[in-house]
């Protein structure tokens, strides 16, 4: 063999071998269950929210998750719709919970507003099978870190409960937003934040947290934020902002039949990146690794 083939031949082996490399897939390290806006009520249709069929849209998600064994569900809030009373808004989540406890896997739950409209957080808390017994808080899964945020507070700061607030009276605490900051600090992990109402939005537009502003800014300036997921809106939309991602889902509820449902996987990979497979309604989303 010529010294020429020779280098000819070695350098199209390195070729192959870095075509090999670039052209392998990441390996999934995580993967988290995904469902929003539910709704559940004993009540009819009225316009495009089906009440009653969020029982057989939720066990549709629960036989798939239970099925794809992600380590967790997240609810990102509004399972129950609001009722008239507290037996009544107990029978709501005592229903729904059962149905999602078919996927014998653990629930954190994002408090939305119908969640607590007549009950107090403590008995939301109480009745829904839910990991955390508080509206915010954190917690690491395979070097992830993920953030709970809780927007439930009306203009006086109260918690939301026993019907003191109007839907669009979103607030967090200057409490949560100093707790918020010193989380995000004292971490090291990439971290992904759940909310219910929106971030991304701010007043007037009756979907925004009023403090939205302020806690993006937080987001941003930490440099650890990956994305944001949350719901409230019942829409499928990305907007990025400081170089952060806020995905909107769509709500459950929507729509009458179980092909209008919507629930997701959100999958997270050794390379970085992070992919929220969508079904039914619910929109693929892809997010690069920072670099």
């Known amino acids: 063999m010529t010294r020429r083939n020779f280098t000819l031949m070695s350098s199209l082996t390195l070729a192959a071998g870095s075509s090999l490399r670039a052209a392998a897939k990441p390996n999934e390290v995580l993967s988290l269950g995904l469902l929003t806006d539910v709704h559940y ?7 495009s929210r089906a009440y009653r069929e969020s029982l057989a849209k939720g066990k549709e998600a629960a036989d798939f998750f239970k099925e794809k064994k992600p380590a967790a569900i997240v609810c990102l809030g509004d399972l129950i719709d609001a009722a008239p009373s507290v037996e009544t ?3 709501y989540l005592t229903a729904i919970t059962k149905v999602l406890d078919g ?27 839910s990991v ?10 395979e070097g992830k870190h993920f953030v709970v945020l809780d927007a439930c507070y009306n203009e006086k700061m109260e918690p939301y409960g026993r ?8 607030n967090m605490t200057p409490a949560e937003i100093a707790w918020l900051k010193k989380d995000l600090a004292a971490t090291k992990s990439p971290t992904v934040v759940f909310a219910h109402q929106r971030l991304d939005l701010d007043r007037p537009n009756k979907h925004a947290v009023k403090q939205s502003a302020e806690v993006r800014k937080i987001l941003e300036e930490s440099g650890m934020v990956r994305a944001v997921f949350q719901g409230h809106s019942h829409q499928n939309e990305l907007e990025t902002i400081g170089g952060v991602p806020y995905c909107t889902l769509a709500a459950m ?4 039949g179980v092909e209008k ?4 996987i959100l999958r997270f990979f050794d390379d970085g990146s992070i992919k929220l497979e969508g079904y039914r309604r619910q ?9």
């Open 89 to 91: 808004e107990i029978s």
């Open 132 to 141: 955390n017994q508080k509206g915010h808080y954190s917690f690491d899964l």
């Open 261 to 264: 449902n919507s629930y997701s």
């Open 163 to 170: 019907d003191n607030f109007v839907w669009h009276d979103s």
């Open 253 to 256: 509820v929507e729509g009458s």
């Open 41 to 47: 009520a004993d009540k009819d249709t009225r316009g």
């Open 103 to 129: 996927a014998g896997l653990p629930r954190h739950h994002v408090l939305g507003n119908h969640c607590v409209a007549t009950l107090t957080k403590e008995e939301f808390f109480k009745h829904s099978g």
């Open 283 to 291: 929109k693929n989303q892809t997010f690069s690794a920072k670099s």
